[in-house]
């Protein structure tokens, strides 16, 4: 797969640099990461890789955006990051706040990247039951338009991430809508990833609610580990 000019990053600079305020945990915080990738980490050659994600892949809850884990993936490897995602964002929760033009899809295809993240489902959480048919529809939809606009890009799809020891019934759910249109659309799936801080406190921030530091190492190394293991 030919790498993109780092000179499409330029462009993203200016997309979706928003916070997305209620939804529930995964409201704005002041000390959390910026949205926009930033501009020295342009890698001449490198292949363009975005990000479609909320807070947890955001870097909320870091001290720095250098500290999330997609940029610390990104930099290991010499990836040229793309990282508009917004902080309480779902398939669903939080997306009629985006402003008009403003769509997260929109923003990951335009980037034409070499490999897209997806890492959504957390927030979504919120609005199970009630709102069960328009998560799932919403998942195929953007699973579907995805993959016909990128169709030469390797797509990786994460288990959503969660925070708390304690799991709702409706997590399983919308992690098994989201493998299951994965495998649709031809994507690598990577399980587990609502395990990965679990059981550990001294991972999270002040707020309670994301990764610290710490925390986003840990999910770096995880990751980093299955990326090893489908060849990246």
């Known amino acids: 797969m030919t790498s993109r000019r780092p000179a499409i990053l330029i462009a993203l600079l200016v997309v979706l640099a928003i916070a997305v305020g209620g939804g529930a945990v995964l409201a704005y915080h002041k000390t959390g990461a910026r949205s926009e990738p930033r501009a020295g980490n342009a890698i001449p050659g490198g292949p363009v890789v975005a990000f479609y994600g909320d807070s947890y892949t955001l870097g909320t809850g870091a001290s720095d955006p250098s500290k999330r884990w997609s940029t610390i993936v990104s930099a290991d490897r010499g990836w040229n990051e793309v ?51 328009d998560v799932h529809a919403a998942i195929v939809s953007d699973f579907t338009t995805l993959r016909s606009a990128l169709p030469e890009t390797r797509i990786i799809v994460v288990e959503p991430f969660w925070y708390t020891d304690d799991r709702p019934a409706s997590l399983a759910t919308i992690s098994g809508w ?22 550990h406190p001294e991972w999270m921030a002040g707020d309670g609610l994301h990764p610290n530091d710490d925390g986003y190492a840990e999910m770096a190394k995880r990751m980093s580990e299955e990326l090893e293991r489908l060849g990246l």
């Open 83 to 133: 990282n508009p995602s917004v902080n309480g964002l779902g398939f669903v929760n939080n997306r009629g706040s985006l402003p008009a033009g403003g769509d997260l899809v929109d923003a990951v295809i335009a980037s034409e990247p070499d490999i897209l993240f997806v890492t959504m489902g957390l927030n979504d959480n919120f609005s199970m039951p009630a709102r069960s048919d």
């Open 178 to 199: 989201v493998a299951d249109e994965a495998r649709v659309i031809g994507a690598d799936h990577i399980e587990g990833a609502s395990h990965w801080i679990e059981g």
